[in-house]
């Protein structure tokens, strides 16, 4: 169904293009987050903390093929050429 890797971003703070869903390229996410920072400067700074995913958003890959959701542990993730990534919030609280 699609040629690239989408990024989907569920974040305020994120949506800073006016747009939800991103077509990026790459086959890691280290590759994807580059792309990411060149359409919207600034993000790696909000989703990377230390060189490392930050503890504060979820990175989610659905499976196109599988129809599976795994979630994404680090910039070295390979992802799908036609994936589909959410990256959100996380939640806390009591």
């Known amino acids: 169904m699609f040629d690239m890797p989408w990024v989907k971003l569920l974040s305020v703070n994120i949506l800073r293009a006016g747009k939800e869903e991103l077509e990026c390229n790459g086959s890691t996410l ?4 580059e792309e990411l920072e060149m359409k919207l400067s600034g993000i790696k700074d909000e989703l990377l903390y230390k060189g490392k995913l930050s503890p504060f958003y979820s990175f989610v890959q659905e499976s196109s093929e599988e129809g599976d959701n795994k979630n994404i ?4 993730d390979r992802i799908e050429k036609n994936g589909r990534i959410t990256i959100f919030p996380v939640i806390s609280g009591g």
């Open 73 to 76: 542990k680090s910039l070295s």
């Open 30 to 33: 280290k590759e994807i987050m």
